[in-house]
């Protein structure tokens, strides 16, 4: 398949075969939608940074940047083994890894001492949507020993799936349109997950579910909560996301000025449910476009499943 000119040999073999292994017409979708930078940033965006400045909140929305906090979520699922009540997710997502180095100790040091059972990540590890992602899979090689024996992650729409064969040599099995056992032995449940349905659109739902057997209790990652309508038609019980940021800079009491997704306001961030579908939207424990949060800070989440 024809790939990018600008790639070492080993880049393209590690392409190829990750070709093999998604679909070529996959693999070709994402390459050709990444060699266009994404949409500069909006009006309103400049708007921002300017009134932060005016304003004097620049400072007080950088402290907030590194106050991560550490949310606690219990969900009950239909269809659990009994074995897996208490089976515990850490959840964290948009940590946009190379826009401040001092952020990523500080999320190292907010994992000392935690216990789970998984890890899984929701997306946009680099800041940028385009140029160089190596400094992004360094953070990822330094955040990789806080987050356990099973980690699992999808792209956002910040990421290039030039990561993916890096990501996964240091431990990070990324789901693209596919699924995992995921469990104590014999009792598992189905973790899917969805290439990203914001920007490139190349998820699929289906794909991802096909290996789900008749009655397995289903947990999907997405980066943006905006398939929760796919999701819940296609049986998922509970649907992981991240994307929006909660606002990153809301008003007073965490109303976001804007959220990037056309998914419902109720949706944004925190826990929500669609038609029987448990779902959880993270804020994020990164930021992105401007380094300030405001009314709303970042996060990591650890969710509890229990029994119905």
């Given at each position: 398949?024809?790939?990018?000119?600008?790639?070492?040999n080993?880049?393209?073999?590690?392409?190829?075969?990750?070709?093999?292994?998604?679909?070529a017409?996959?693999?070709?979708?994402?390459?050709?939608?990444?060699g266009?930078?994404?949409?500069?940033?909006?009006?309103?965006?400049?708007?921002?940074?300017?009134?932060?400045?005016?304003?004097?909140?620049?400072g007080?929305?950088?402290r907030?940047v590194?106050?991560?906090q550490?949310?606690?979520n219990?969900?009950?699922?239909?269809?659990?083994?009994?074995?897996?009540?208490?089976?515990?997710?850490?959840?964290?997502?948009?940590?946009?890894?190379?826009?401040?180095?001092?952020?990523?100790?500080?999320?190292?040091?907010?994992?000392?001492?935690?216990?789970?059972?998984?890890?899984?990540?929701?997306?946009?590890?680099?800041?940028h949507?385009?140029?160089?992602?190596?400094?992004?899979?360094d953070g990822?090689?330094a955040?990789?020993?806080?987050?356990?024996?099973?980690?699992?992650?999808?792209?956002?729409?910040?990421?290039?799936?030039?990561?993916?064969?890096?990501?996964?040599?240091?431990?990070?099995?990324?789901?693209?349109?596919?699924?995992v056992p995921?469990?104590r032995?014999?009792?598992?449940?189905?973790l899917?997950?969805?290439?990203?349905?914001?920007?490139?659109r190349?998820?699929?739902?289906?794909?991802?579910?096909?290996?789900?057997?008749?009655?397995?209790?289903?947990?999907?990652l997405?980066?943006?909560?905006?398939?929760?309508?796919?999701?819940?038609?296609?049986?998922?019980?509970?649907?992981?996301?991240?994307?929006?940021?909660?606002?990153?800079?809301?008003?007073?009491?965490?109303?976001?000025?804007?959220?990037?997704?056309?998914?419902?306001?109720?949706?944004?961030?925190?826990?929500?449910h669609?038609?029987?579908?448990a779902?959880?939207?993270?804020?994020?424990?990164?930021?992105s476009?401007?380094?300030?949060?405001?009314?709303c800070?970042?996060?990591?989440?650890?969710?509890?499943?229990?029994?119905q």
């Amino acid at each position: 398949m024809p790939l990018p000119d600008n790639i070492s040999n080993e880049e393209h073999d590690a392409l190829e075969t990750l070709g093999r292994r998604i679909g070529a017409a996959h693999l070709q979708q994402r390459l050709r939608r990444e060699g266009t930078r994404m949409p500069r940033p909006r009006l309103s965006h400049q708007l921002i940074r300017a009134g932060l400045n005016l304003s004097g909140l620049r400072g007080r929305g950088r402290r907030n940047v590194l106050n991560i906090q550490l949310r606690h979520n219990d969900v009950r699922l239909q269809r659990l083994p009994a074995a897996l009540d208490g089976f515990t997710l850490l959840h964290v997502s948009d940590p946009h890894l190379d826009m401040d180095h001092q952020f990523l100790g500080h999320l190292i040091d907010r994992m000392q001492g935690l216990s789970f059972d998984a890890c899984v990540l929701t997306g946009d590890f680099r800041f940028h949507g385009f140029g160089p992602y190596q400094p992004t899979l360094d953070g990822l090689a330094a955040l990789r020993p806080q987050l356990g024996d099973k980690v699992f992650a999808v792209l956002g729409n910040h990421d290039t799936i030039r990561m993916v064969p890096g990501m996964e040599a240091r431990g990070y099995r990324v789901l693209m349109n596919e699924s995992v056992p995921l469990g104590r032995g014999d009792d598992t449940l189905t973790l899917a997950g969805i290439d990203d349905a914001h920007y490139f659109r190349t998820h699929d739902l289906h794909k991802a579910l096909a290996g789900a057997a008749p009655g397995d209790c289903v947990v999907l990652l997405s980066h943006t909560p905006e398939p929760y309508r796919l999701a819940a038609h296609g049986g998922v019980h509970l649907m992981l996301s991240g994307h929006t940021h909660g606002g990153q800079i809301c008003l007073p009491g965490g109303i976001p000025l804007l959220t990037e997704t056309p998914a419902p306001r109720a949706f944004v961030r925190g826990v929500w449910h669609y038609q029987g579908m448990a779902g959880y939207t993270s804020v994020g424990c990164g930021s992105s476009v401007v380094d300030v949060r405001l009314n709303c800070l970042p996060e990591i989440t650890l969710h509890r499943l229990r029994c119905q």
